[in-house]
């Protein structure tokens, strides 16, 4: 039996009780909709794990990577992913700069699983045009943008195989997050007796200006 509060009205108690009576019916047939066909299933099912799990059929080189690049990408990030302008992120370079009072967080730097790269890259874009470029196209584009990192070679082949066995340079930069149960003292060592903020975040101006729109 449920006790409610003496302030809840009673029409809310009556449809709380229904909501819970609702499990008892969800193995039933009601006569809706239908299942999902596997071609729908696969649109959806395009998640990449950072095991390499999920990671398609197909292959790319660095050269095709790079010509896909150039007309699909650098007019966002650069035409070496060095950053277009404040709106879009840089991502190549910023070796050895997390630690330093202006770190720059790029797939050289940063990122800890070169399969999630393919994934984003997948399920996102281009920006605008997410979910058109092809696996091969997909793998292409991992391909180049890990070369212009010094990840992988310029005549690697990328595919399932060989994207998930590439080990990215700041792979051991992140720990497991195991809270409540155990403990995490991995943040608390060498800490600075003294923090001073000289800084803010910086303005990337992505929000459109209101009076320029009007």
């Not at 890259?121 to 890990?146: C, H, W």
């Not at 990192?149 to 497991?176: Q, R, Y």
Request: hydrophobic share 35%; aromatic share 8%; glycine share 10%.
């Amino acid at each position: 039996m449920f006790n409610f509060p003496k302030n809840i009205p009673a029409i809310s108690a009556a449809a709380f009780g229904l909501m819970l009576a609702l499990p008892a019916y969800a193995s039933e047939d009601l006569g809706l909709g239908r299942a999902a066909t596997a071609d729908e299933i696969a649109g959806w099912n395009i998640d990449v794990r950072p095991d390499g799990v999920g990671l398609p059929p197909g292959q790319g080189t660095v050269e095709d990577g790079e010509a896909i690049y150039v007309e699909r990408c650098s007019h966002c990030h650069g035409e070496f992913g060095y950053g277009g302008g404040s709106r879009y992120p840089q991502l190549a370079g910023g070796e050895g700069t997390l630690t330093s009072e202006d770190p720059r967080k790029t797939i050289g730097s940063y990122w800890p699983y070169a399969s999630t790269l393919y994934d984003y890259i997948k399920r996102a874009m281009p920006f605008g045009e997410a979910q058109t470029l092809t696996d091969n196209e997909v793998y292409s584009v991992t391909a180049f943008l890990l070369n212009i990192n010094d990840i992988v070679d310029d005549d690697v082949l990328m595919n399932a195989e060989t994207l998930a066995g590439v080990v990215m340079p700041n792979v051991g930069g992140f720990i497991d997050d195991d809270r409540p149960d155990v403990a995490n003292t991995a943040c608390m060592e060498n800490c600075k007796d003294d923090v001073t903020i000289i800084s803010f975040a910086k303005k990337v101006g992505v929000t459109p200006d209101l009076e320029q729109e009007q």
